[in-house]
């Protein structure tokens, strides 16, 4: 099994500081057409995210669990079929006190990637991760993917871009890499 290893925000729908709202959800542009022609190419696609805002009090693990289904239905209407999402809803500095831990599923560690491909034959060597932050494919290297695509969210790309990672506008544009 080949997987897309994809992040959240910034990849397949536009940056929003503490996204949890349907209303505040917008796709990136060509998202859909480009998970569709990663599907076509054989890959199963699994979502990756830090979702520091659970711990950090700005929304609940049901309002998060109610937006990812929205959009998983959204998707799914479209064509596209998303194998699992996978979340960390830990951060060190929340105020939730069973969730202000430093963790082993937190993007940069990888945690979440385990939990993803726990049971499955997965060949890593042809696997790809999609990431708007350097964490994201610092976690996806360490768990051992071989290619990373940092793509363009607005944040600010590290100062200096590790040359193993491909550079993307988004994630058309990775799709036509792939």
């Known amino acids: 099994m080949k997987i897309a290893f994809l992040d959240r925000d910034g990849v397949i729908n536009i940056e929003v500081d503490y996204l949890h709202l349907k209303q505040d959800f917008e796709y990136t542009v060509g998202c859909v057409e480009a998970l569709l022609k990663i599907q076509k190419k054989g890959f199963e696609i699994v979502i990756v ?7 950090r009090g700005y929304y609940s ?16 209407s479209k064509g ?4 699992k999402v996978i979340h960390c809803p830990h951060h060190p ?6 969730l202000s831990v430093q963790c082993g599923c937190r993007k940069p560690e990888t945690g979440m990637f385990e939990c993803a491909t726990e049971g499955l034959q997965v060949n ?7 990431g ?4 994201d494919l610092i976690a996806a290297e360490k768990f051992g993917v071989k290619k990373c695509f940092l793509v363009k969210s607005g944040h600010e790309l590290p100062a ?4 193993r990672w491909i550079v993307s506008e988004d994630l058309a544009g990775v799709a036509e890499l792939v």
């Open 124 to 130: 890593l060597n042809q696997c790809f991760m999609v």
């Open 61 to 76: 693990e049901r309002q998060y669990h109610a937006l990812t289904k929205w959009y998983l239905t959204d998707l799914a």
């Open 80 to 83: 596209v079929e998303i194998m």
């Open 132 to 135: 708007d932050k350097e964490s």
């Open 49 to 55: 995210t830090n979702q520091a805002g659970i711990a």
């Open 160 to 163: 200096k871009v590790s040359e």
């Open 93 to 98: 500095n929340g105020i939730i006190p069973e």
